[in-house]
């Protein structure tokens, strides 16, 4: 597609019917994302995030969205400590995620970890720009980029993470300047959010599309009021079950089975001698 010129889409999804949904909408790319220590678990921060239920979601979306590009979000600290446990936990998302790319927060320092893990086979995401798994860091999300020589570090790190392997590119909360100098010093695909329009494909979390988020991030345009929606059909499902309306169809037992049910009943009333 971006060697044809074409723009596509890509939606962060935690849930195999969510997926089944978006794949057939014609979503290109699906990330099981490490917001979902967020939107789904109730955290602050995506730091929370804990790598088994991470592995969990993504493989829930590939089974929703089997024809669809699924890519596995390594969370915090899973590929920082040591070369070893970022190989097993990689490998972890490919297999029992069954991941198609690995998405990793990272610059230039990480270019040796992205060489040896597309080595060994595994497809590399690099997450430049603003990496929200350093928050703790830098006082909470920032933007990135801002200054002349910001753009050229995140270019730098982008530069670096390519010649590393990386076979896509995200990056995240920059201005467009910074996705332009970026697309123009690299040539893999690049996925922008919150970085302007000209970005290969575009990312955001569906909770955000959809319109189930509170604040959702400046960037982030919803079109759909589905929370509302959620809302009013909860309200409608507390009158029904106070008008004893609940609606559906009931089951019923099998035929005979009620007229045995009264011979129990009239035998129970009349006992007699045996």
């Avoid at 962060?12 to 014609?26: I, K, P, Q, S, V």
């Avoid at 332009?180 to 690299?186: L, N």
């Amino acid at each position: 597609m971006k060697r044809q010129g074409e723009k596509f889409a890509c939606l962060a999804a935690y849930d195999a019917t969510t997926a089944r949904w978006l794949e057939r909408a014609g979503v290109h790319l699906l990330l099981a994302g490490d917001s979902a220590a967020q939107v789904v678990l109730g955290h602050d921060r995506t730091i929370d995030m804990p790598i088994d239920f991470a592995i969990q979601i993504t493989a829930a979306i590939k089974r929703g969205a089997p024809n669809t590009l699924i890519m596995g979000d390594m969370p915090f600290m899973s590929y920082h400590t040591s070369l070893e446990s970022a190989m097993n936990n990689a490998a972890r998302f490919m297999t029992e995620g069954m991941a198609d790319v690995i998405k990793l927060e990272a610059d230039e320092t990480f270019a040796p970890l992205v060489d040896r893990l597309t080595r060994s086979g595994v497809p590399i995401c690099a997450h430049v720009g603003c990496r929200p798994q350093t928050s703790s860091v830098t006082g909470g999300p920032v933007a990135a980029g801002r200054t002349a020589d910001e753009l050229e570090q995140v270019v730098h790190d982008a530069i670096a993470l390519e010649q590393a392997g990386s076979v896509l590119l995200l990056i995240e909360a920059v201005p467009e300047e910074v996705t332009k100098a970026v697309m123009d010093a690299t040539s893999v695909p690049v996925i922008g959010i919150g970085a302007g329009t000209i970005a290969d494909g575009q990312i955001l979390v569906v909770n955000d599309l959809l319109g189930l988020t509170d604040h959702p991030p400046r960037f982030a345009e919803p079109v759909e009021t589905l929370g509302e929606r959620i809302q009013a059909s909860g309200e409608k499902w507390v009158q029904r079950v106070r008008d004893g309306m609940i609606g559906g169809q009931k089951y019923s037992m099998r035929p005979g089975e009620q007229e045995k049910l009264r011979k129990k009943d009239a035998d129970a009333q009349n006992p007699t001698m045996k």
